[in-house]
Nanobody, 125 residues
Framework: QVQLVESGGGLVQAGGSLRLSCSAS????????EAWFRQAPGKEREGVSL????????YYTDSVKGRFTISRDDAKNTLYLQMNSLIPEDTAVYYC??????????????????WGQGTQVTDSS
């Protein structure tokens, strides 16, 4: 069964850090494009960061550049999102996603067909 499972969310004060994990099962990460999205209440789902396996490029939405880092541990078949210097606007449900036919970086959620269930990140300030 193809599955993504996120973990690592929680309450965090402004300026704090969290590391989100996305564990894959039923398939191997590192052959496609893997991405992190988030969705705040009342807002559309937005792309946060993605990694293109073919060339190792990583991309970030402007609001998280310099604060978030995407990475992957192939041995653990897990994708990560390190989030530093968190701000209240980062509060959202965070999802990891991939698609086995995608070969280019995209922040359009409709380009992805495999999603995790999401993990909540909340500013506690």
């Amino acid at each position: 069964q193809v599955q993504l499972v996120e973990s690592g969310g929680g309450l965090v004060q402004a300026g704090g850090s969290l590391r989100l994990s996305c564990s894959a099962s039923g398939f191997t990460l590192g052959y496609y494009v893997e991405a992190w999205f988030r969705q705040a209440p009342g807002k559309e789902r937005e792309g946060v960061s993605l990694i293109v396996t073919s060339d190792g490029s990583a991309y970030y939405t402007d609001s998280v550049k310099g604060r978030f880092t995407i990475s992957r541990d192939d041995a653990k078949n897990t994708l990560y999102l390190q989030m530093n210097s968190l701000i209240p606007e980062d509060t959202a449900v965070y999802y990891c996603a991939t698609d086995h036919s995608l070969r280019y970086g995209s922040f359009d959620p409709y380009d992805y067909n495999i999603w995790g269930q999401g993990t909540q990140v909340t500013d506690s300030s």
